[in-house]
């Protein structure tokens, strides 16, 4: 598995855990790039989302369903960006800590916009600059979205999230997609 060196040994060694990636002639994933993944890049017990078989992935030909290839032209829609660092009043949010749904409603308040169906909703959590202040990159254990967002994402519709972190530990109850 490509990138899976800079897995925790945890993943290793849970053979419940599996993944594809995109081939486009090059092989790229990680925390040193911008990214966009699809449903069908991790997997649980064979499963990806919505309990899609994971045999609908190929090697040689991609993800038969839901590849990252339906957004080749683009994504064109509005993006949010929510400061949860400033809704909170701190300049970043301490690794492992999770951003719940208080957060980005307090965040949409203090910004005066309110998320819509179709959004882009991105959190900044002010990693870069503890990052530039501190130095300390945080490996799996960044601040990010905390599994009790799923709720008040799919209540309204939001098409898309991202963060400002290069990626979390779901052992702290928190992921960066």
Known sequence: MP??????????ADRRWGFSSERLGIMFHGNTLTHVDSPAHIFWDGSMYNGRSHSLVDAATGSAWAAVTAAANGIITRGVLL????????????????????????????QGVRVRPGDAVLLRT?????????????????????????????????????ADTPRT???RGTTTC
């Open 169 to 171: 530990s779901s052992r």
């Open 83 to 110: 400061d949860i660092a400033a809704a909170r009043g701190v300049p970043w949010l301490e690794p492992g800590k999770g951003v719940f749904p208080d957060d980005l409603e307090e965040a949409e308040r203090r």
């Open 126 to 162: 002010g990693y870069g600059r503890a990052r530039h202040e501190t130095g300390a990159a945080g490996g799996f254990t960044q601040a990010g979205w905390h599994a009790s967002c799923l709720p008040w994402l799919h209540e309204r519709d939001v098409a898309l999230i991202g």
């Open 3 to 12: 990138g899976a060196e800079n897995m925790p040994p945890a993943f290793h």
